[in-house]
């Protein structure tokens, strides 16, 4: 009686206090792997995404987030939802801001947009910056939504790849457009390849509203509409039904033209100056930036691609043109949008890393299917195991190439800069405008270009300050930036600006220099990246600065 009375005493298993076994929580883990492995990958890369969003400021220094900034501000001002900027134009981006400016403005202090950018405009580029990065994460989630339409795995690949590649990390941190351009041309890949499955209008619709928002981002995103033509096209052709083509597509033009109204009709009320900004962006030349010719700016985009994934996933992209062909994967029509954009853009005087943001889509929605079906044909066929161990390597390099691609990109962002740590010892030297001579990039002129050499002249072989900044200018010193020199100077076209920063590093003093960290240098092959980035990284880590090298020259009283 005892002993079964001490039995009764003992405590009654329960669900929640029996350990679980093994094999049972393998099972689990195997049937939640996908959500599981998909919410890491987002959580992943909105960290380094988020990580250094506020880059820089209150210092502004890239060049081209005033657009967007300042047309959001305007529109606060003038109590109007319509943009009054038609450069790219950024309408989604400035509407975005404007909503974001108001609650932010009202919210927290009790006043108008246009009242508080005139006191403090950090918190602005933050807020638009924030936005950006809204648009990033969403790419992860569609680049998803994109791959599970062949299986899970493949899905996990691309949101992987998107989350992770480095040109959408850097770009994801400034307030431009070329991130929400990326996204809108998902939403269009996503329409199109449903469309390929099930020819509704829902479908058809969703790729319409997607080509309309693209295009109220930037102009370019009208590129869009030929994939829509495309794929209604291949649709027709399999239902043998060429009437439903011109029905289609006839409709897919009325509805991207709709779309686009409501979304920014001014676009249409003022189409004069639409054309005008729009020829305006397309043509002109930019130091760095124009030169190439066709085919220079194509190879252009195609080194940038390689450097950035390194050669293990140009291999898989063209391992999944290999298996998208043989397994006659109807659904990869639609991914070879950013292929579209590649000769098109390719064909604007300019080129710029950023704008190949919508071009890499292709490789990065198709260098998975690559994977996947390249590693299934090993394990399905009993490889040997030399063969299966080199693929796992392959596999382990891409990933370390890609993540320490996107910690170095964070590092770089979240460091503090030459600019800032520039104007902190300009204003304790008593630096300013007043007795600088100074070029864009520059702690004095941070987020822009601006030459110098019409200050100054070449007298029996001595670089003396014009005779108009001579003038009782009082000016003592000269700031450059790594930024505009070193443009000049990767360009045989200039030998006279070449001369000019010589004759400057030669005859003036050297008061200081503000030296960054080393970017890693570009280079395809996957070993030699991921050390540079850890080089890098380590670099930063140990308290290192990010940005241009700028130098401050003294100017020798007799110049002055």
């Not at 007043?434 to 110098?452: C, H, K, S």
Request: some cysteine.
């Amino acid at each position: 009686m005892t002993a079964i009375a001490g039995a009764d005493r003992q405590p009654v298993p329960t669900a929640d206090s029996s350990p679980v076994p093994r094999g049972e929580r393998r099972r689990v883990l195997r049937q939640h792997w996908v959500p599981i492995a998909l919410t890491l990958i987002i959580l992943g890369g909105t960290v380094v995404r988020l990580v250094g969003v506020n880059w820089g400021l209150p210092l502004q220094l890239h060049p081209d987030e005033w657009v967007i900034v300042d047309g959001a501000i305007d529109m606060a001002r003038r109590h109007s939802f319509e943009p009054g900027y038609y450069y790219r134009p950024d309408h989604v981006e400035m509407q975005l801001s404007n909503l974001a400016y108001l609650g932010y403005s009202y919210l927290f202090h009790g006043t108008s947009p246009g009242r508080l950018f005139a006191t403090v405009q950090a918190p602005f580029f933050l807020i638009s910056r924030l936005i950006t990065e809204c648009f990033g994460v969403g790419m992860i989630v569609l680049g998803y939504r994109i791959g599970v339409r062949f299986n899970r795995v493949i899905g996990i690949t691309t949101a992987f790849l998107i989350a992770f590649f480095p040109p959408f990390v850097v770009n994801s941190h400034f307030a431009t457009p070329d991130v929400p351009l990326s996204f809108a041309l998902m939403v269009v890949i996503v329409g199109c390849m449903r469309y390929l499955v099930a020819p509704s209008w829902r479908n058809l619709l969703l790729s319409c509203a997607g080509v309309s928002v693209a295009i109220a981002v930037k102009y370019p995103g009208a590129i869009g509409a030929a994939m829509i033509g495309i794929t209604v096209m291949v649709s027709g052709i399999q239902a043998r039904d060429w009437r439903l083509i011109f029905k289609r597509g006839t409709a897919a033009v009325g509805a991207v033209v709709g779309f686009l109204f409501l979304i920014s009709p001014v676009l249409f009320t003022n189409a004069r100056v639409v054309v005008a900004s729009f020829s305006n962006e397309a043509g002109g030349n930019h130091l760095g930036g124009d030169g190439l010719g066709w085919l220079g700016n194509m190879g252009f985009y195609v080194a940038d691609l390689a450097t950035s994934v390194g050669i293990i996933l140009v291999l898989c992209f063209a391992l999944g043109i290999v298996w998208s062909v043989r397994l006659r994967l109807s659904q990869t029509v639609p991914l070879w949008t950013g292929a579209l954009v590649w000769p098109l853009l390719s064909h604007v005087g300019l080129h710029w890393p950023r704008w190949g943001l919508p071009m890499y889509l292709t490789p990065l929605l198709i260098a998975p299917i690559g994977i996947y079906y390249s590693a299934s044909y090993i394990l399905d066929h009993g490889a040997a195991g030399w063969l299966r161990g080199v693929a796992a390597a392959l596999g382990v390099l891409m990933v370390a190439n890609l993540l320490t691609g996107s910690v170095a990109a964070l590092a770089q962002y979240a460091a503090t800069t030459t600019e800032n740590v520039g104007a902190q010892d300009f204003a304790a030297r008593h630096i300013d405008a007043t007795n600088t001579v100074f070029e864009g990039y520059t702690p004095l002129r941070p987020g822009g270009p601006a030459d110098i050499f019409d200050q100054f002249e070449v007298i029996g072989g001595r670089l003396m300050l014009s005779t108009t900044e001579r003038d009782g200018a009082g000016k003592r010193y000269v700031a450059v930036s790594s930024t505009l020199y070193d443009r000049w100077d990767s360009d045989p076209r200039y030998s006279s600006e070449q001369r000019f920063y010589q004759m400057l590093a030669h005859q003036f003093v050297l008061v200081t220099t503000y030296n960054p960290v080393p970017e890693p240098k570009p280079i395809i092959f996957d070993v030699v990246a991921i050390w540079r980035n850890f080089g890098y990284i380590a670099g930063i880590g140990g308290g290192g600065l990010s940005g241009p090298t700028i130098k401050l020259y003294e100017i020798p009283a007799d110049r002055r």
